[in-house]
Every structure is written in C-alpha cells, then in structure tokens.
C-alpha cells in the first residue's frame, strides 16, 4: 500500500495555541516522526509526505527560515536513525532540490545516496514540490532523451512512478493544491478536519479501514 499525506495546518494549529507560526510546524515534525512508526506498524510500504510546496518558498521570511531550520533538522536525524538503517528504508527528495538553501540541498542528496539500496520500505518527502513543474520536468526530460511522449514514456520520466493507494489532507481544505496531480487521478482522498498536528494513528487506521471498503473501478 501507498499512502500519501499534505501535512495542513500547522501554521493555524500554532494560531490556535497562541504561538509563532514555526512551534506549529515544530509540533507537525513530532506528528512525522510517529507517523513513521505507525506506519511500519501497520506494514505500509510507501509513504509520501507533502512537506514543502514551491509557493511555501515564498513565504514571509522569518517564517521560512525557521520552517527551512526544522526541515533540516528532521533530516539529520535520519542520518543517525537506527530505525532507518534496521528496517531498510529508503528515502527519497521529489522536487527541485536547487531551490532550497546549498546545505539543505546537499543533505538531501546525501541521505539519498546513503539509503538507495534499501529496499523494504520507501519515504518520499516532497520538498520545493510543484505537480505541474514535475510533469513539465518530465517533458523536458523526454524531449532531451530524442523519446516519444506518450503516457508510458510520461509515466516513466516522473519524479514518483508508483500510484498512491490513498490521499490524505488534514486541516479541513478540500482541496488537491498541485499534489500529485499525474498519479493520484484513482486515488481514494480523504479529507480530514484535524490539523496535521492533531493527527493519530486512529486517523490513520480509520482512513485504511474506510478505503478497504471502498470499491475501486478506475473508471471502468
């Protein structure tokens, strides 16, 4: 299984608390770090997380700097983390990663290189992420390549090829927001009214229970 989650509402989960925007999103990286457990608990082969839009890049400054800082610093924790290299977790950055800060950049490039010949579970973290910029991306790629593009040769030249099973947004949006607009067209989205730093793993089993009774046609 394939579960994919936009982590909304943390700036708004920090207003309801009376603080700064970045305790909220302080608070949503303590939900992704149980979020990972929960997910090995539960035997979910890849988890994709939209962290880090590229409109967020151009957010207030002070703000940005301080969610940039957290980022990094979830990231070096996966370095070190037992978990990742007991369990075999490959982890993977989906966007563009030349828009973030040199060192951040770097980092990711450096745990992905460190982790790709895992091959028991897969974390996508999408950051400087655009939907569209990745299917123009793949385009260029294609066109570069001398390739025919069709919808196999596409699907190939994406940054994520695997469909997700299920969707998931907190913060009570209904709406898609440029996430992976190419592969979540079967999907089953879930809308949750919780801030993502609210989040439980019953949420989380909740959702897996409802889509187990859903019934998927695609389209047919």
């Not at 969610?67 to 966007?95: A, S």
């Not at 969707?167 to 079967?186: A, E, H, M, V």
């Amino acid at each position: 299984m394939h579960i994919a989650i936009i982590l909304d509402g943390n700036r708004r989960y920090a207003k309801k608390n009376a603080w700064k925007p970045w305790r909220g999103h302080e608070s949503g990286a303590d939900t992704v770090e149980k979020l990972l457990d929960w997910c090995k608990e539960l035997e979910i082969k890849e988890l994709t997380l939209y962290a880090l839009s590229i409109e967020n890049l151009k957010r207030e400054k002070e703000e940005l700097d301080h969610l940039l800082e957290i980022i990094k610093k979830e990231f070096t924790k996966f370095k070190e983390d037992q978990r990742i290299k007991k369990n075999k977790v490959k982890i993977r950055f989906i966007g563009n990663l030349s828009l973030l800060p040199k060192d951040l950049e770097l980092l990711c490039e450096e745990i992905q290189e460190e982790t790709k010949e895992n091959d028991n579970y897969t974390i996508n973290f999408c950051i400087a992420y655009g939907g569209r910029q990745e299917i123009l991306s793949a385009i260029e790629k294609l066109k570069k390549e001398k390739k025919e593009i069709n919808e196999k040769n596409l699907e190939q030249a994406l940054w994520i090829k695997k469909e997700p099973d299920i969707i998931i947004r907190t913060g009570s949006r209904l709406r898609t927001s440029n996430f992976l607009p190419w592969q979540s067209i079967y999907s089953e989205w879930f809308f949750l009214d919780k801030l993502w730093p609210e989040f439980t793993k019953q949420d989380l089993e909740s959702c897996i229970k409802e889509f187990q009774k859903r019934q998927r046609n695609f389209g047919k």
